[in-house]
């Protein structure tokens, strides 16, 4: 990429950028280009990360290792869904997830958790993302039966308007009472010992 060409991305994307400065933004761009390789750009041709090396990146950069949670912020990143996380994807959701304000985090976190896209966070979901997140015990007992114990007892903590799932209403009202819940189906920020 040109010199006059990176420039005015840095200063388009700094500009749609709440948490990076000119200079992060530029660098996180140069960043951007190394991980994608050296492509020249043609018209109708998308250039981004895809999502095994976005995944990749997650694992290795942040640590994550849950498939389900990796996919699902591949998708909060990606919001084209075009199957690639473009420059801008990139920067802007690269700013949310190192440096967002708690509020953007929590409707981060929900659209990552609300795994069918309809606005609520279901037993079901909980009961996937719950199984996914926890060690397996080698037990006598059923190991579902522990997990569903949890969505009940996750559900009596969050669930405040007692529909049997989680509105984003619900979500928000528990992560203020305790922050801790922000990620309770899983890890989809990153570690803050590791930023």
């Not at 010199?3 to 992060?24: A, G, S, V």
């Amino acid at each position: 990429m040109n010199r006059k060409k990176l420039q005015k991305l840095t200063e388009t994307l700094t500009k749609n950028c709440k948490h990076f400065n000119k200079f992060e933004v530029k660098c996180l761009i140069n960043f951007f280009y190394n991980l994608v390789g050296d492509v020249t750009e043609r018209q109708g041709v998308v250039i981004g990360l895809d999502r095994n090396a976005f995944r990749n990146i997650l694992h290795v950069t942040f640590g994550m290792t849950d498939d389900m949670i990796m996919d699902r912020v591949f998708r909060g990143f990606d919001k084209d869904n075009d199957g690639c996380v473009s420059v801008s994807e990139w920067i802007v959701g690269l700013s949310l997830f190192l440096r967002g304000t708690l509020e953007e985090k929590m409707k981060y976190c929900f659209e990552v958790f609300d795994l069918n896209g309809d606005g609520f966070i279901s037993k079901e979901e909980m009961f996937h993302m719950l199984k996914n997140s926890l060690l397996k015990q080698p037990s006598e007992e059923d190991p579902d039966e522990g997990i569903k114990d949890l969505v009940e007892i996750t559900l009596k903590k969050m669930d405040h308007d007692h529909d049997g799932k989680l509105s984003f209403s619900d979500y928000e009202q528990a992560v203020r009472e305790e922050t801790l819940l922000l990620e309770a189906f899983g890890p989809c920020l990153p570690d803050p010992k590791l930023k």
